[in-house]
């Protein structure tokens, strides 16, 4: 019953390596979504992408960018990675414009050395 | 996008419901209330959501109020598995976002 898969759990980069955060779908849905999730500051929305090779920023898009190259994969890039950006990364996806944001990825814990 | 408060924690006997409050006073009229609720390490489950009228699933009940300034979440039976936070989040129809405030840690004791 797999439905949105993070590529990995638990991660622990340099400060200014390059990150690359994984996100699959199997439900064909058209949005797709990346969150951080920090004590305190509940879910803080990244990027979100409404078709293939579109994205749009969401609240927190600095030191992030994506890329959904194929409809059912949204990747989340740290092109430095840098401490504050220790946190725990979700995905998600929705069927349409407006549509609930019912199913989310397992979350990727990202700690930045 | 209507903010929320909920409190921050709260207990429930095994078998018993559970009534989880959610202040959204300042929620607009074509906005939705969700619940949804994370058990630790995971990511978030969506459990319910509604307009104005009550709602029922599978889940959990959803009583929102007349003036739709808050909703409670009701788990009829609670049972350990429901140990989570739970959160509640207006969203406008066609939003993209999804709003988690610091939500409710249900606990629920044997």
């Known amino acids: 019953d797999v439905k949105v898969t993070q590529s990995s759990r638990y991660l622990v980069k340099r400060t200014g390596e390059k990150v690359f955060l994984e996100c699959v779908q199997d439900?064909?849905?058209?949005?797709m979504f990346w969150y951080r999730q920090d004590p305190g500051l509940g879910l803080r929305l990244i990027y979100f992408?409404?078709?293939?090779?579109?994205?749009e920023k969401g609240d927190i898009p600095e030191g992030y960018s994506v890329s959904r190259e194929k409809k059912e994969r949204f990747s989340l890039i740290l092109e430095s990675a840098s401490t504050n950006q220790t946190s725990m990364y979700l995905c998600?996806?929705?069927?349409?414009?407006?549509?609930?944001?019912?199913?989310f990825g397992e979350g990727s814990w990202l700690t930045v050395v | 996008d209507a903010k929320t408060t909920q409190p921050p924690s709260m207990d429930c006997a095994e078998g018993r419901a559970a009534n989880l409050p959610c202040n959204h006073s300042t929620i607009s009229g074509n906005e939705y209330v969700y619940w949804y609720r994370q058990i630790h390490s995971q990511g978030p489950q969506y459990i319910i959501h509604?307009?104005?009228n009550n709602e029922t699933n599978e889940m959990a009940s959803l009583i929102i109020t007349e003036d739709r300034k808050s909703s409670t979440l009701i788990l009829p039976h609670a049972t350990l598995r429901d140990t989570a936070v739970y959160y509640c989040?207006?969203?406008?129809?066609?939003?993209?976002?999804?709003?988690f405030g610091t939500g409710t840690r249900l606990t629920v004791i044997p």
């Open positions: 992408s409404y078709d293939v090779k579109m994205k």
């Open positions: 989040s207006p969203r406008r129809p066609g939003a993209n976002n999804l709003f």
């Open positions: 439900m064909d849905h058209e949005n």
């Open positions: 509604g307009l104005k």
């Open positions: 998600a996806s929705s069927p349409g414009p407006g549509g609930r944001i019912s199913d």
